[in-house]
């Protein structure tokens, strides 16, 4: 099945350590984001890739790291830099304007819940 | 600046008509979305409107766009308890590259009454 996943669903930090969460696709996509959700909020752009090798900041992109080296994984690292990092960070892919698909809407997953004390 | 609003909660009785409003800024929107998020889970799309158009059905969902007030509704018919969720509007601009650009809302929580 075509999807994206996010691993762990949990994950727990000390505070001052780095972390690093996953995000798989195998949907072909072109294009990934890192969103972060906090309560009441809607979703706020951390970093984003049109393509490999190629990543741009979204709004928050303080603290955050990212690679794409290859089109099917998106690492975001969270440093010790990010001053409040627990959330709930959403991964999604688009297929990109180069597949010539319209509609620009995005594919999430499930989701991993940050909590860092 | 761009800017998507929706009002934080609904609550409707089981059976009822669900009305989902929001308001963007941005005229240049090239499409409107709809999203819904399950209790700890990521979104899922439900329906889009390209801004061309004034209505989209689908099943018991309406989509209703007035452009000119730069409004945005969801209308879900016969709410069912599985219709509880958080629902996400969301804006895409011009795209810019080969990524697009979206712009959510802070998302209405819908919850159910018997």
């Known amino acids: 099945d075509g999807g994206i996943t996010q691993s762990p669903k949990y994950l727990f930090r000390k505070e001052g350590q780095n972390v690093t969460l996953s995000c798989e696709q195998n949907l072909n996509h072109d294009a990934m984001y890192w969103y972060r959700q906090d309560p009441g909020q809607g979703l706020r752009l951390i970093y984003y890739s049109q393509i490999v090798n190629d990543f741009q900041k979204g709004d928050i992109a303080e603290g955050y790291s990212v690679s794409r080296e290859k089109k099917e994984s998106f690492p975001l690292t969270v440093t010790s830099a990010q001053k409040n990092p627990t959330a709930f960070y959403l991964c999604?892919?688009?297929?990109?304007?180069?597949?010539?698909?319209?509609?620009?809407?995005?594919?999430f997953g499930p989701g991993t819940r940050l909590t860092v004390t | 600046g761009e800017d998507v609003e929706q009002s934080l909660f609904l609550s409707v009785r089981e059976g009822d008509s669900s009305v989902i409003n929001c308001t963007y800024t941005?005229?240049?929107?090239?499409?409107l979305y709809w999203y819904k998020q399950e209790p700890g889970a990521g979104l899922q799309l439900l329906t889009y409107i390209f801004s061309n158009m004034d209505m989209k059905q689908d099943q018991r969902l309406t989509v209703l766009l007035n452009k000119k007030d730069k409004h945005l509704s969801l209308r879900i018919a016969d709410t069912q308890t599985g219709d509880s969720a958080i629902y996400f509007c969301a804006e895409s601009m011009a795209p810019y590259s080969s990524a697009s650009k979206i712009i959510f809302g802070s998302g209405t929580r819908l919850s159910i009454r018997p």
């Open positions: 941005d005229s240049s929107s090239t499409y």
């Open positions: 999604a892919s688009s297929p990109g304007t180069l597949n010539q698909l319209p509609t620009y809407e995005q594919y």
